[in-house]
């Protein structure tokens, strides 16, 4: 595509510039406009199209080229070819200067940052009057002149066009070039770039330059054409028209500048006969293009006209097999002590560990265990608290991702983060180059299948079994997929040591053997493999060593065998231990046959990644009913799919005979399902008393106080903290108060997710037996909760989930002793 389009770059700029030829000179002024237009463009569609980051202030760099060609030709009679480079360089070194604070800042924030550097610069020219001339401008800008002949409008079109067609081919050979791959890559996913050993800021800093020097020349040329520049030929509505040249045309495509400024440039010129109306409908087409082609005009095009080469990777074993003994085998990798703390919480305490090369580490434990905190900890993504982290005893940089990584650290994600706009073989090549991008000029090497970056990308891609296109993009790919090419990339890193977060998340059973076969491929090449995830049978199956973490302890350390009998271990998983609840009797009313909660083959996922797979289960009025599996079966995906918190969802959900399936959230709980979400989630700048309140919205004013007066005469803890912010209430305090705004609302029934989570052990007893009298008293429940036992103990029938699916039921009684609960949690 990119020499098809670089052809057609040309004929168009050859077009234009016959057609300028025999058009008058409003019309060769148009025509240079627009090709001074498609400059800006093409240096913004390096930064917003490659590197993803919004400005709304490079009408700033615009005005800076202006006055920098103005000042040196008029003031100082410089040579308007020598002025020309130098307004892209003071142009470049402000985009240098801006991105130091543009970059520590996301979103809206980096837009703000922007739009300010633009005021600054009309600003400073309109005060500066004794170079720039104030508000009244420079006139008389001397126009250029080339080989004894000053260019008119005419000649600085021309120049412009031949600069677009040269830079359209400089922009190609960015694009497919390492730094132009490596600035999509932190464009589509930061994290997942930062790991692979990229390092954002230089990134994204040589995108502001090179867009803040393109935008400085296309200024020098608008003065020359425009032989006068004040602070008002700058406006911020330019830099607006900056920015829609490139979302019109098309992000990161190469003939969307020219695209798009022939829209903004030409557009209102057609539209001259509507008079005062003209922008009026110009603003409403544009709209209607951002609609119809929210991918811009040739993304459109593209995407439509895209046809995906077939081809499949190539094996290469003897070159992957060199290029991942090509760094060294690592002999361990030691945690020390390792802890880190968020606000008042201590996710990792004192953690120690050690792993070694030619084994899988597995790291196991329930929700809220502080796992992935680990892995991130290790990958630098956090700074730890305390402790050390040594491979091979040397300590890895502290919360830098990017130096971790090209240390030979390597990971995949919970949640995959490919490079979805990026092919899946563009996936790989990139992270082959370990974070080191070389020159920006070459083009990748590897578009070529001959080569050797070429035959081991195909290699590391056939090594983990992906079968698919390799020039696929890695968006479009099926889940099993993209956690083959995610292993792929992390392997492309040449790692020591490899640290994947729920692989298996997703797979059915004969790929998770598949993948387990994988691992112990790894595993024998001598590479360090470090494993958080939630099928116990692929981890009991194929680990080396366990280590058990619980609320951010180390509990164990150990074989499979010795993890699976540990007391310890037991009692973190399910629930075993001393706590024992008082049963309420008698019950305020027996179990009713009316059903409140009927859940028919209800299936769902997040995006590619399945979760929940025709899921069977039923509420009775008054039950008490526990839904149980390891972490990431999908309870809480229920729950959420049963508010209305997660869609779409297939399959039935009925409340009280009604069909709510289709409800939106606010309906559902209007229907009378309230929700009490993990991690409790008060609003923590109110009161206890306006939480309560807030629960209690469905109904009149006077019902709802009285509502919250019976609830704080229920729960006394909460009558003396009616008056507290939620925010500062204990965790326990907390989930008391959760489980009050859920009740305040009458409903028909409570979705109680994970209570205990993060509590100590005392306070959960207590709050289990307020559970247990709320059950004798009539509530109907559904409940999720880490404690297994301790949940059926009170629960009058259970379900045990796996892998999205129901594999047991029955009463609490009976499960509390079925081997199919162990199973569940413990392989």
Not at 65 to 85: C, D, K, Q, V
Request: positive net charge.
């Amino acid at each position: 595509m990119s020499r098809r389009g670089l052809t057609l770059v040309i004929g168009l700029c050859a077009l234009a510039a016959v057609a300028s030829w025999f058009g008058n000179g409003y019309q060769q002024y148009v025509i240079a406009l627009v090709a001074i237009t498609a400059i800006v463009g093409i240096g913004l569609n390096v930064l917003l199209g490659l590197a993803g980051q919004l400005s709304l202030g490079h009408v700033g760099f615009y005005a800076i080229g202006a006055y920098t060609s103005a000042i040196l030709t008029l003031r100082f009679a410089w040579s308007f070819w020598l002025a020309l480079p130098l307004a892209g360089v003071f142009a470049a070194l402000a985009g240098a200067l801006l991105a130091v604070p543009a970059l520590r800042v996301r979103g809206p924030y980096l837009a703000m940052v922007t739009i300010a550097f633009g005021f600054v610069v009309e600003q400073s020219a309109a005060e500066m009057k004794g170079l720039t001339g104030g508000w009244n401008g420079i006139m008389d800008i001397p126009r250029p002149v080339l080989l004894g002949v000053t260019l008119n409008e005419f000649g600085l079109g021309v120049l412009s066009l031949a600069l677009v067609a040269l830079l359209s081919l400089l922009f190609a050979r960015l694009r497919d070039s390492t730094w132009g791959l490596a600035m999509r890559a932190t464009r589509d996913a930061e994290v997942a770039s930062q790991s692979i050993g990229l390092n954002l800021v230089a990134i994204r800093t040589v995108a502001f330059v090179a867009s803040a020097f393109l935008a400085g020349i296309a200024g020098a040329l608008f003065a020359a054409l425009s032989n006068f520049i004040s602070p008002e030929s700058f406006p911020f509505f330019q830099s607006i028209s900056f920015l829609l040249v490139v979302l019109i045309g098309g992000a990161g495509t190469l003939l969307g500048p020219l695209a798009g400024a022939v829209v903004v440039v030409l557009l209102p010129e057609m539209l001259a006969f509507l008079a005062e109306y003209r922008l009026l409908f110009f603003g409403a087409l544009l709209l209607l293009v951002l609609w119809l082609a929210p991918e811009g005009i040739v993304g459109a095009i593209e995407r439509r006209l895209r046809r995906t080469d077939a081809r499949a990777a190539r094996p290469a074993e003897r070159e992957v097999g060199a290029w991942l003994a090509g760094r060294g085998a690592a002999q361990s990798l030691e945690v020390e002590g390792l802890g880190i703390a968020f606000g008042g919480t201590r996710a990792v305490r004192e953690v120690a560990l050690t792993a070694r090369a030619g084994e899988v580490t597995s790291i196991i434990g329930p929700n809220g265990a502080g796992k992935t905190t680990l892995l991130n900890l290790i990958g630098g993504f956090y700074r730890p608290d305390q402790g050390a982290i040594r491979l091979d005893g040397a300590a890895l940089p502290a919360g830098v991702v990017w130096r971790v990584a090209r240390s030979g650290v390597a990971r995949t994600f919970q949640t995959t983060q490919l490079f979805p706009r990026m092919t899946v073989l563009e996936n790989v090549l990139i992270a082959l180059r370990q974070g080191r991008l070389g020159g920006v000029g070459p083009a990748l090497a590897g578009r070529s299948r001959d080569d050797h970056a070429g035959r081991l990308a195909e290699g590391l891609l056939a090594f983990v079994g992906y079968a698919g296109p390799i020039e696929r993009l890695a968006g479009a790919l099926p889940h099993v997929d993209r956690r083959l090419v995610e292993i792929a990339r992390a392997l492309a890193m040449q790692p020591r040591v490899l640290m994947l977060d729920e692989p298996a998340a997703g797979l059915d059973d004969d790929d998770t053997t598949r993948l387990a076969a994988l691992l112990q491929r790894i595993r024998s090449m001598g590479i360090v493999v470090m494993l958080i995830e939630h099928d116990m049978d692929l981890v009991m199956g194929i680990s080396d060593q366990i280590v058990v973490l619980d609320a951010g302890r180390r509990i164990i350390a150990g074989t499979p065998g010795a993890v699976r009998v540990d007391p310890g271990v037991r009692a973190a998983y399910l629930g075993e231990g001393s706590l024992a609840i008082e049963r309420a009797s008698p019950r305020a009313s027996a179990p009713a046959a009316e059903t409140v909660l009927s859940v028919s083959n209800v299936t769902a996922s997040y995006g590619n990644l399945p979760v929940l797979a025709g899921i069977d289960l039923e509420v009775r009025r008054g039950e008490l009913v526990a839904l149980l599996g390891a972490n990431g079966a999908g309870k809480s995906t229920l729950m959420r799919a049963i508010a209305g918190l997660h869609r779409p969802v297939q399959g039935r959900v009925l409340l009280l005979g009604r069909e709510i399936g289709l409800f939106r959230a606010h309906q559902i709980a209007r229907a009378g399902v309230t929700l009490v979400p993990e991690g409790r989630q008060v609003f923590p700048e109110l009161t206890v008393v306006e939480n309560i309140l807030l629960g209690a919205l469905a109904l009149d004013r006077r019902s709802a106080l009285a509502e919250v007066e019976r609830l704080i005469a229920r729960f006394p803890l909460l009558g003396r903290l009616r008056n507290q912010r939620a925010g500062l209430l204990s965790g326990g305090e907390q989930q008391i108060l959760a489980l009050a705004r859920g009740l305040a609302a009458r409903p028909s029934i409570v979705l109680l997710d994970e209570p205990s989570l993060g509590l100590a052990p005392a306070i959960v007893g207590g709050l289990y037996q307020v559970l247990e009298e709320l059950r004798a008293e009539g509530t109907t429940i559904l409940l999720v909760d880490q404690m297994a036992r301790l949940a059926l103990s009170i629960a009058d029938r259970a379900y045990v989930i796996r892998s999205g699916q129901v594999v047991q039921q029955g009463s609490g009684e009976a499960l509390r002793h079925d081997a199919a609960l162990e199973k569940a949690y413990l392989g």
